[in-house]
């Protein structure tokens, strides 16, 4: 027997779990194993980049202003913006706090959503019909006008940003989370877990929120850009973060100022943001696709 004979004979015997026949699936997708390295290119840029630059991303250059690229002998790769800021540095820095945002925001829906999906789902009852209830109310409210009226409120504050995007971007995912935990809470497994006198909260963090996992990370992944486009609207609006400090959409709408003047301030960042977006959803694809137990 050989070498590879050996190894696939172990597989048969052995077996693999979901979460590794879904990672050799997800591999097995180009479009999503390319946005996956795509993705991880960009962040890695985003966050280590700006320090490898020569220029700091609120750094003025009176003498380059509005540089055409590649002025490389004095290190403004992507030019220069109309201040003479290095507009590399601010695009990659724009990254960091576009991909933070949606990161941690759509962490606070994560844990948001999932609490109350699997809560409302398993309890039922009085309790499921007064927390799908306060979904509606807050489905009825203009979720944007809502984050607005929050950062008029509060002042515009990077932490205040992701955790009011954050407690906006719940709903939807606590509807598929309670629908998920409809369908698991009368199985055997579950029913084993209360006979054995597990607690309520026990039984949902041991067993319901595991097993609806698969379908929360798809919903993630398309959740990320959705508050990415939110964070840069807010920013197109004059909401979001402050000067010096900027973010894609800020850029996007610094761009759209200069558009006739210097098109670039306007086209690199809006690059930047697209190819993220398309792969993070070529991802949630990827992913849906990997973890669907009837597509095999």
């Known amino acids: 027997m050989t070498a590879n004979e050996a190894m696939e004979a172990t597989e048969v015997i052995g077996g693999r779990s979901l979460w590794q026949d879904a990672g050799r699936r997800l591999l097995g997708n180009k479009a999503a194993a390319t946005g996956l390295v795509i993705l991880a290119v960009v962040a890695i840029a985003s966050f280590v980049g700006p320090y490898l630059l020569p220029w700091s991303y609120d750094q003025?250059?009176?003498d380059h202003i509005e540089a055409l690229p590649p002025d490389i002998a004095m290190g403004h790769y992507l030019g220069t913006d109309s201040l003479g800021r290095d507009l590399l540095a601010r695009?990659?820095?724009?990254g960091r706090v576009s991909l933070t945002v949606g990161i941690l925001a759509t962490t606070v829906a994560l844990?948001?959503?999932?609490t109350v999906g699997a809560v409302a789902g398993f309890v039922g009852g009085r309790t499921d019909q007064l927390l799908m209830r306060f979904v509606d109310l807050m489905y009825s409210v203009p979720l944007t006008f809502f984050v607005i009226i929050l950062m008029v409120l509060f002042g515009r504050n990077f932490t205040l940003m992701f955790i009011a995007i954050g407690a906006v971007e719940?709903?939807?995912m606590a509807r598929i989370v309670r629908g998920q935990t409809l369908a698991l809470?009368?199985?055997?497994?579950?029913e084993a877990a209360r006979a054995s006198g597990g607690s309520t909260p026990a039984i949902i963090w041991r067993h319901i929120v595991p097993n609806v996992l698969g379908v929360v990370v798809v919903y993630v992944t398309l959740t990320i850009p959705q508050v990415i486009l939110l964070?840069?609207?807010l920013s197109?609006?004059?909401?979001?973060?402050?000067?010096p400090m900027t973010s894609w959409g800020m850029l996007i709408n610094d761009g759209a100022v200069e558009l006739q003047i210097n098109p670039r301030t306007l086209i690199v960042p809006a690059a930047f943001m697209t190819v993220t977006l398309f792969c993070f959803n070529f991802l949630g694809d990827g992913l849906r696709d990997a973890l669907d137990?009837?597509?095999?």
Request: aromatic share 14%.
């Open 60 to 62: 003025i250059d009176w």
């Open 91 to 94: 695009t990659l820095v724009g």
């Open 111 to 114: 844990l948001i959503g999932v």
């Open 170 to 172: 719940w709903l939807t």
């Open 185 to 190: 809470r009368g199985k055997e497994f579950i």
């Open 231 to 233: 964070e840069s609207f």
């Open 236 to 243: 197109f609006l004059g909401l979001g973060v402050q000067e």
């Open 293 to 296: 137990p009837k597509d095999r």
